[in-house]
């Protein structure tokens, strides 16, 4: 069974902290995958890499980095949190041209 | 610029008929469209797919129907469970480019 996973389900850090989202995937994907969840707003792509330590931005990058140094482990990293990034972090995994399968997702709370 | 767009936030259903849900794109480039379903507290599991060289792909259930020239296409749920009751997002890619946009979702709830 294919598997993403994500390191933590719920995560509560101060403003100014530097946080670290972990995600493996057991499935020897070449592209992997950052969304955050909004209301309203759906999924949007924060960063994704497409093999080892490459990586693109997304649609909103600011805020964030990413780290690919093993082709199964995608990081992402808020370099110092502030309260607007409080939302779900979904990560995902896929070959080309197929479907993406998810994580089970990371809330996280930044107060 | 929202490039895919699913214009109702809600549907509501009565269980055992059908559940239409929409989803728009602007961008002529994408080639592979796909369906997803989000519970509350989980990621979103993969449902359906389709290819531009198809019109129409069908699984159980679930029918996803493509019109490019209208750049839309759609999600037939028949017939309707209330475990269906879930948010459904649409997302294309454009070939080459690696990366899915999604869009902003739609939440469906069957009535038993």
């Known amino acids: 069974d294919v598997k993403v996973t994500q390191s933590s389900r719920y995560l509560v850090k101060r403003t100014g902290e530097k946080v670290f989202l972990e995600c493996v995937q057991d499935m020897d994907h070449e592209n992997m995958f950052w969304y955050r969840q909004d209301p309203g707003l759906g999924l949007r792509l924060i960063y994704f890499s497409y093999d080892v330590k490459m990586k693109e931005k997304g649609d909103i990058p600011e805020g964030y980095s990413v780290s690919r140094e093993k082709k199964e482990r995608f990081s992402l990293i808020l370099e110092s949190a502030s309260t607007n990034q409080t939302s779900m972090y979904l990560c995902?995994?896929?070959?080309?041209?197929?479907?993406?399968?998810f994580g089970q997702g990371t809330r996280l709370t930044v107060v | 610029d929202q490039q895919v767009k699913q214009n109702s936030p809600s549907l509501s259903v009565q269980e055992g008929r059908i559940s239409i849900l929409n989803c728009d794109y602007t961008?002529?480039?994408?080639?592979?469209f796909l369906w997803y379903k989000k519970y509350p507290a989980e990621g979103p599991t993969f449902l359906i797919s389709?290819?531009?060289?198809?019109d129409k792909n069908e699984d159980g259930r679930f029918t996803v129907f493509l019109n490019k020239s209208a750049k839309h296409l759609s999600l037939h749920i028949v017939p309707s469970q209330p475990g269906d009751s879930a948010v459904y997002f649409c997302a294309a890619s454009a070939e080459g480019t690696y990366k899915y946009i999604f869009g902003t979702g739609t939440r469906l709830k069957v009535l038993a």
């Open positions: 389709i290819s531009s060289i198809k």
């Open positions: 961008n002529s480039m994408f080639d592979y």
């Open positions: 995902a995994s896929s070959l080309m041209n197929t479907e993406a399968f």
